[in-house]
């Protein structure tokens, strides 16, 4: 069993798993639940995109930890791109889901293209959904449109 933790600007996203098997999982802000959801697990993989925090944790986690190998992987982009989005690039081709689009809605917001051989091949980034809200309340000349869901129409008539 691995341990893998994701390491975001807000929330650590921490899993065990076997192969691809996703086995428990924690998503959280506090570093004594990470701690406590990894006890009795020697290798701890991580993903991070948040270096500072990244070396709080190495204190309380003795050494089990083992980075993400930016280096070994295949990519269609030359460019510096985080490690959060390789890894998101890499299920989606372990999983056989590409070519595909790939958007992560954290604190910022990445939208991210896997091509026909299911290597990345760029993306952009954008700001977090709270920074496009807290637009609306700062400026006052911008109006604030409410948006209501409208159901759509299923279209399948059978299996």
Known sequence: MIGVI?????RYHCGLGENVSVIKRLDTEEIDEVVKFFEGVDNIMVISVAEKR???????????????????IQRDYSGLVGEDRIAASLYVKEKVLYPCVVIDAGSAITVDIVNEEGLFSG????????NYLSLFQAQENLKHIRVEPEPLEN???NT
């Not at 990244?54 to 070994?72: A, W």
């Not at 952009?124 to 709270?130: D, R």
């Open 6 to 10: 994701d390491i975001g600007n807000t």
């Open 155 to 157: 279209h399948g008539k």
């Open 54 to 72: 990244l070396r709080v944790l190495k204190r309380f986690l003795n050494g089990r930890i083992i980075r993400f190998p930016m280096d070994k």
């Open 123 to 130: 993306g952009a980034i954008l700001s977090g959904v709270k």
